[in-house]
């Protein structure tokens, strides 16, 4: 058993959507660019980002490459809550998830939500930004 009472085997629900950066929203082209996650067993919600600024560059060269990082900050400054979240710092991580995966019409947008099982949610991050992102 682990100090949180859990079989060290046991494995949790999780959900994740990834984060799409789509430049110019009337053609419709997108790269993904990061990946949010979260588990209600754990309360764990997290963000991790990589934008490939080539690929961006590609498909529009006018992009504001800044401000699609500054989206991409906030985003992780939400899941990790405190005064980074600003309004949403209040909220719970499955609210948090559930206003970051609403659909939008930004350059940054949520992709939909899948589900999966793990033995570390807290390790999903790292390892779907590299399977999904990079």
Partial sequence: M???GKDPKERAVFE???LRVVPRVERGEQINAGVVVYCQAESF???RVHLDE???LALD???DVAGVRAALRAVEGVCAGGE???QA???DAGRRFRWLIAPRSTVVQPGPVHT????DPRAEPERLLDLLVR
């Fill in 54 to 56: 080539r690929r961006l």
């Fill in 61 to 63: 060269p006018a992009a």
């Fill in 116 to 119: 999966g099982l793990t033995t």
């Fill in 16 to 18: 994740y959507a990834l």
């Fill in 84 to 86: 980074r979240a600003g």
């Fill in 45 to 47: 919600v997290e963000a």
């Fill in 2 to 4: 682990t100090d949180h």
């Fill in 89 to 91: 710092a209040c909220d």
